[in-house]
């Protein structure tokens, strides 16, 4: 029987072992074990054991980083963004891929989004420095907004994407910079998230100045920008796509899987509705 993990601190919430689930029985391997390993950041060490027993594994925060001086090589999408979180073990070696940015593009994808647009992204921290060297390697013209004491992070984004991508277009900017028409809004900011889930990061005025919405968060299932989107007849997407679908990549990586994306729209709706109990 084959066994995967997700290794993470605290995981009392994830919703990772009931999308695996799925996907496993989409493969066709409904044998397969998908427990989950919360382990304290002083453990992690004495999990390694464990770990290497597993045919792969999911990595959440708080070890994105730190698991890499446990592996033997690095996928260039973890290298990257000297971040892992799925690994994979093939002849005796531990190996690391990052399949945020292919659920971060794949959800776009699915939802006939464009990336080498013009680009507004919200926040830069985490998931957002991703999102805009993604948006970099794929020709966007780049506008990151940032609140003020955050904008020397946002900046030093801005140039680690501009260091892989010297001819990209990219700006940082304030909430109150912001200006003109936009093909894509990307959400990478934690406003809007359970449980206060009432407030918005852009203004309505911002909103309708875009052709798409993408929110990186996933509870709740539609937040307050992406219903004001909706309203105004644009087209939006939850973090629920990307957390599904980087859990698909995984599976592609560790089996060869391949899934249509009607097949995932199911689960990632699922997931919505579970999210809800």
Known sequence: MEKYA????????????????????????VSAEYEVCETKPEDLAGEAGYLNSLNGY??????????????DELDDSAKRYNSVNCVARRDGKNIGYNTDCFGFLRSL????????????????????????????????????????EFIEGAKKAAEEALALVPAAKIKVITHKEIDGDFDLLVNASPVGMFPKT????????????????????????????????????????????????????????????????????????????????
């Open 109 to 148: 994808e699915a939802a006939g989004a464009r990336l080498d647009g013009k680009v507004l992204q919200i926040g830069c921290g985490g998931v957002g420095r991703m999102m805009a060297i993604e948006a970099a390697l794929h020709g966007a013209e780049l506008t990151i907004v940032s609140l003020p």
């Open 58 to 71: 999911n990595i959440t925060i708080p070890f994105k980083v730190d698991i890499i001086k446990f592996l």
């Open 198 to 277: 009432e407030e918005c990061p852009v203004t309505e005025e911002v909103i309708k100045s875009c052709k798409c919405v993408f929110d990186a968060i996933y509870n709740p299932d539609v937040t307050k920008l992406m219903d004001i989107a909706m309203k105004n007849g644009i087209k939006a997407v939850g973090g629920m796509a990307m957390l599904v679908w980087q859990a698909a990549v995984a599976h592609e990586i560790w089996s060869g899987a391949k899934y249509r994306d009607e097949d995932i729209e199911v689960i990632i709706e699922d997931m919505k509705k579970l999210l809800k109990k």
């Open 6 to 29: 997700l290794l993470g601190y605290p995981l009392k919430h994830t919703m990772s072992p009931p999308i695996h689930k799925r996907l496993f029985e989409l493969d066709g391997n």
